[in-house]
């Protein structure tokens, strides 16, 4: 059965810093996080494939860090000088197979499997 279970989220003051992790049941090629704030579309967090190679969402690079355990059934989300519009639901996201370009890591639809989701608030 497969499972994406988040934890690690909460509140925090702008500048600070949170972890998420997300564990992991099933067999994936790609897996990541979105994020959805209030009143806007899902959006492409970064991703981090069975082999290890990652991809962010440009405006995020050098803040926040992807990560997974060497049984890819952990993944983690280091995000450092957080500012409030970082608040949103993270959603950590799974696909089996890979994805046919790289505008494709892009889209929530192309990917089949979500976690429940977690809140991160920043406040200012």
């Known amino acids: 059965q497969v499972q994406l279970v988040e934890s690690g989220g909460g509140s925090v003051q702008a500048g600070g810093s949170l972890r998420l992790s997300c564990t992991i049941s099933g067999n994936f090629w790609l897996m990541g996080w979105f994020r959805q704030a209030p009143g806007k579309d899902r959006e492409f967090v970064a991703t981090i494939t069975r082999g290890g190679n990652t991809k962010y969402r440009d405006s995020l690079k050098g803040r926040f860090t992807i990560s997974k355990d060497g049984t890819n059934s952990i993944i983690a989300l280091q995000m450092d000088s957080l500012t409030p519009e970082d608040t949103a639901v993270y959603y950590c996201?799974?696909?089996?197979?890979?994805?046919?370009?790289?505008?494709?890591?892009?889209?929530?639809?192309?990917?089949?499997?979500w976690g429940q989701g977690t809140q991160v608030t920043v406040s200012s």
């Open positions: 996201v799974a696909r089996p197979t890979t994805l046919a370009s790289m505008r494709a890591y892009f889209h929530a639809g192309n990917y089949p499997h």
